[in-house]
């Protein structure tokens, strides 16, 4: 494997592992200052996505729904953290890409906004919408903080082109 693979493909780790993290703890205090499991929204939407979740008065906090439903975040966490560390990394290459590269986060943004919201359709009212939009707001803060931390020359060489443009 080149260095620079290696070098997006751990930063694209890492970034996923920040988000996916920060995410869980958002939700872990989210529910235990409503008096809840801390598990509870990972069960819930465990349930709904792989479990068939009919009832949503009868979530059970079980080892199956959790570890389903933050086994699929990981995953996804693990994935999007290496596709935007790549994006980042061609970013350095081709200034240009930058206009792209804020386009593609805010469509993954809205995205995921839909998709949880669909999923959280047959759970409505046990997964508040604003905590929705705050936990991917707080996935998008872990992953791109730490993306721009590694890059912090990115940052400052856009800001100097856009400087010299005016």
Known sequence: MKPERAQVFAQGLVAGLIAYAAVAVFFLLVNVVAGRSPFHTAAALG????????DPTRIT???GPVLAYNGLHLI?????????AWLFFETER??????????VFIAGFVFSLVFVGAVSVEIAGLVPWWSVAVA???????LVSYLWYQHRGLVRELMEEQESAT
């Open 76 to 84: 996804v966490s693990l994935l999007a953290g290496t596709i935007a």
């Open 94 to 103: 081709h200034h240009w890409l930058w206009y792209f590269v804020f386009f």
């Open 61 to 63: 906090i079980e080892p």
């Open 47 to 54: 349930e709904a996505l792989f479990y068939g979740l009919e």
């Open 136 to 142: 991917n707001v707080v996935w998008v803060v872990g």
